[in-house]
């Protein structure tokens, strides 16, 4: 039997009395690449933060390499191999780009093929080497998410996930992100792309693989992956 990269297990999220999760069963393997679509608050955010260890889960409930991991520390899960490119993209204001890159470098995770340089990131956004040492909030927002992915690649993530990284760009810079996810997953990184709505259209592959149910697991994905 296959084991899945990250898995999770019945997950049940709260902040504080409010329960925002149900029950998620959720799995990636080693190079796929999922949709996860669902409606404003449906727990998208709640689902990556908890995989992540934003949020405190119970040690089966996320599993990687089938090893239990919930609710360990966030910089543990770096060091595991996950890293993620959080909602808002959340840089470091006042600081270059360059700078926003290397910071990632401090605390990441063993390469697990070719690792990620701020080199190879430039190689895959290639404005940002343009940029290095531009303040990033004077950055548009697609080079800003642009920043933030590379941030999180110098992780040297196995699972990479991302959340919301198309919201309120242009369509041309949306199709040039995603158009660099293939390239991440080439060498084995496993990507989780979050999105509202389930216009994947830029990415010329198939949209919604994951569904919300509304019942007594208000949100509950269920499996699929494109290539
Ligand atoms: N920090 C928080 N405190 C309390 N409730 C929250 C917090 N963050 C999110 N929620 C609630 O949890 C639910 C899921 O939110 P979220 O995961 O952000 O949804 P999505 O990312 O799918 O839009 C929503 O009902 C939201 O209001
Ligand atoms: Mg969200």
Redesign the pocket.
């Known amino acids: 039997m296959r084991t899945a990269l990250l898995s999770t297990h019945g997950l049940v999220a709260r ?2 009395d ?1 329960q ?2 149900y029950g998620v069963d959720f799995e990636i393997g080693a190079g796929e690449v999922v949709a996860l679509i ?10 990556l ?1 908890s995989i992540m260890g934003l949020l405190r889960v119970a040690p089966d409930m996320v599993q990687l390499d089938g090893r239990p991991v919930g609710g360990s520390q966030p910089y543990r899960m770096v060091a595991a191999g996950v890293a993620i490119v959080p ?1 808002g993209r959340r840089l470091f204001s006042g600081m270059s780009v360059a700078d926003n890159l290397r910071v990632a470098m401090d605390h990441a995770a063993t390469p697990h093929g070719e690792a990620w340089t701020v080199d190879r990131v430039y190689a895959l956004f290639p404005i940002l080497k343009e940029k290095q040492a531009v303040p990033v909030q004077s950055l548009s927002g697609g080079q800003q998410q642009m920043v933030a992915i590379g941030r999180a690649l110098l992780n040297q993530p196995r699972l990479l996930l991302c ?2 990284i198309s919201l309120g760009l242009a369509p041309k810079v949306v199709r040039e992100i995603y158009q660099s996810i293939p390239s991440i997953a080439e060498n084995g990184t496993a990507v989780v792309v ?1 999105r ?1 709505g389930r216009g994947l259209g830029p990415l010329g592959l198939q949209p919604a693989l994951l569904h919300a149910r509304r019942s007594r697991h208000p949100y509950r994905p269920v499996g699929g992956y494109f290539p």
Not at 38 to 47: E, I, M, P, Y
């Open positions: 902040y504080g409010f925002a999760l669902g409606a404003n608050g449906a727990g998208k955010s709640t689902l933060k909602e959340d919301e979050v509202t």
